[in-house]
């Protein structure tokens, strides 16, 4: 029999850790493997990590590990990932908005030989407008700009062969844009449908402000075509400047007169004060993430890693122990 090995990062969750367990062995029972979960606690402050080493009483089949702080979700699940020892992962959210049901049928899609099955949303319930609009937009953007290829409504919850999750622990940058990576890797891929659901209970941990730098965060990491807009931006605008300058002489050196053009100077000026900044701005994006990307800090710092008891051996890439500062 197979080993599954079910990853969720968990930040404040005490609300619907344990009934995430339950409905988790309850669909896990119906399918013919060998489970283990592993919860990463991403700097709980409530009551989070005493639920889950109250589950992991009962049940050894459950492991844990905490992270000194808050980290976000990416760090903790690359956490997740790093450790991950099984045959094939499951990656899923604590809040049963990605349904456990689909997981049977992940792993059928794994047993006719897919390597990764994400789960693609059909439906965006208890999503404002405004949400479902600019996630919409943001598929866009980045698919045009980018050279992957990232699949449409498709968050983190998906099933990967562990030799995906190895190819995924490779990439070892600090900017975690999880859906990039995830479509770097390749490998045989395959989507499933299902309606996304509201959250069980608890509250969204992501807000506009949080998004917003997830976008930029996506595209910087993975397209160089801001900087490139600069660069057309900045053509252009020398072409039409000379034109214009043309222009000014010629009308000067055969009309001569007063100079006049104090409001054409102002908008001039103005124009290309903004452009500038903007493309410094864009430049700063950029030297930004390479200054952070340089420093090679560890992703994350463990505190506490209590693996699942009847794991069944340690099949741990060594290089990944050393890196993950335990
Ligand atoms: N999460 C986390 N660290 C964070 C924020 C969220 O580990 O800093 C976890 C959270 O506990 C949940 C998952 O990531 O299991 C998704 O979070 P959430 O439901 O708030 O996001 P949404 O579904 O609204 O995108
Ligand atoms: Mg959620």
Redesign the pocket.
């Known amino acids: 029999m197979s080993n599954l090995q079910i990853i ?6 005490q609300e619907v850790v344990d009934l995430f367990y339950e409905k988790m062995k309850q669909i896990l029972a119906t399918c013919d493997v060998n489970w283990t979960l592993l919860f ?4 709980s402050t409530d009551g989070t990590v005493q639920h889950i080493e109250f589950l992991r009483h009962k049940d050894d089949r459950i492991g844990f590990i905490t992270l000194s702080r ?4 990416e ?3 690359t956490a997740g990932l790093d450790h991950a020892n099984a045959d094939v992962v499951v990656v ?4 049963l ?1 990605d349904p456990p049901e689909l997981i049977p049928l992940m792993l059928d899609e794994w047993h006719n030989g897919f390597d990764v099955v994400y789960a693609t949303r059909k439906a965006r319930e208890g999503e404002t407008f405004i949400k479902k609009a600019t996630a919409s937009w943001f598929y866009k953007i980045i698919n045009k700009m980018s050279n992957i290829s990232i699949p449409k409504d498709t ?2 919850y998906r099933l990967m062969d562990i030799k995906a999750v190895k190819a995924i622990n490779k990439l070892r940058e600090s900017n975690r844009f999880m859906k990039g990576i995830f479509a770097w890797v390749g490998y045989k891929q395959k989507a499933i449908y299902f309606d996304r659901k509201e ?1 069980a209970a ?5 807000n506009f402000r949080k998004l917003f730098s997830f976008a930029v965060d996506g595209i910087t990491s993975f397209s160089y075509v801001p900087l490139r807009f600069a660069t057309w931006i900045g053509t252009l605008v020398a072409l039409l400047s000379f034109a214009y300058g043309i222009k000014v002489i010629v009308k000067a050196l055969i009309f001569g007169g007063d100079p006049q053009g104090y409001p054409t100077m102002m908008v001039v000026i103005l124009f290309l004060g903004g452009i500038q900044l903007m493309a410094l701005g864009i430049i700063g994006e950029y030297l930004g993430r390479l200054f952070e990307e340089n420093k090679q800090r560890p992703l994350y710092l463990i505190d506490k890693y209590q693996p699942p008891t009847n794991e069944v051996s340690d099949k741990l890439d060594p290089r990944l122990r050393e890196d993950d500062s335990l």
């Open positions: 969720v990062p968990v930040f404040n969750e990463v606690d991403d700097g808050n980290f976000g979700k760090y903790a699940l899923i959210d604590v809040d908005q968050g983190d959250r608890g509250t969204t941990k992501f």
